[in-house]
Nanobody, 127 residues
Framework: QVQLVESGGGLVQAGGSLRLSCAAS????????MGWFRQAPGKEREFVAA????????KYADSVKGRFTISRDNAKNTVDLQMNSLKPEDTAVYYC????????????????????WGQGTQVTVSS
């Protein structure tokens, strides 16, 4: 069992930056692919970014590519999402997710592929 706790959300003006962090506990962090998803009011949860358990492979949704950066520290059991040049359309609850994978460079893009989820952290971008 893996427990995930997100932090770092808040209110920011358009063009600003936020850094989200996800802390994992319960089992060894290594071996788990990690991802960030978001859900805006009235919309389905969508993929934002993913990272392999080695940290060597990252993937991004087209809507955030070039603005967001996902990273992880396996020694600290954390995965971060640096968000720059934020836009009002980035407003959503952001969720961290984890899944055990067999392969250091495996990453996962689909909601159904992840087994563990955090409770979410609200990000609000004002125009």
């Amino acid at each position: 069992q893996v427990q995930l706790v997100e932090s770092g959300g808040g209110l920011v003006q358009a063009g600003g930056s936020l850094r989200l962090s996800c802390a994992a506990s319960g089992r060894t962090f290594s071996g788990y692919a990690m991802g960030w998803f978001r859900q805006a009011p009235g919309k389905e949860r969508e993929f934002v970014a993913a990272i392999s358990w080695s940290g060597g492979v990252t993937k991004y949704a087209d809507s955030v590519k070039g603005r967001f950066t996902i990273s992880r520290d396996n020694a600290k059991n954390t995965v971060d999402l640096q968000m720059n040049s934020l836009k009002p359309e980035d407003t959503a609850v952001y969720y961290c997710a984890a899944a055990f994978v067999r392969g250091s460079n495996v990453y996962l893009l689909g909601l159904d592929e992840y087994d563990y989820w955090g409770q979410g952290t609200q990000v609000t971008v004002s125009s």
